[in-house]
């Protein structure tokens, strides 16, 4: 509580920071051997902009200084344009499964 880091350290209002046997150590205990420190960066800014948050907000809570370098950070994990189409694809099909609906003339 209190440090505003995504990753918190010992010192209060410090950053997380690991020598390399520490490192290996979380990983190797969360069962994540190949994960690095700079991969959980990458995810969180991700999942931020899955979540409709401006790269401006995410690159805030990331400390970064321009938009540029968060945008880089933030590649989407779900292409955005397939997941479109997917849903799309899943209304048409459900629609085509419902009983035809009768036309009524218009008088």
Do not use: C
Not at 21 to 42: N, Q
Not at 89 to 101: D, F, G, H, L, V
Request: proline residues 6%; charged residues 25%; hydrophobic residues 40%.
């Amino acid at each position: 509580m209190g440090n505003d880091h995504i990753i918190s350290g010992i010192k209060p209002g410090k950053p997380f920071t690991a020598n390399g046997k520490v490192w290996r150590r979380i990983r190797r205990r969360a069962e994540l051997p190949d994960v690095r420190l700079h991969d959980l960066r990458h995810s969180f800014a991700s999942i931020g902009v899955l979540g409709h948050m401006g790269l401006p907000v995410i690159g805030a809570i990331l400390g970064h200084n321009s938009v540029v370098t968060t945008g880089r950070y933030a590649h989407l994990a779900i292409d955005p344009v397939a997941e479109s189409a997917e849903r799309i694809s899943e209304e048409i099909n459900a629609r085509m499964k419902q009983e035809p609906r009768r036309l009524r003339a218009v008088k």
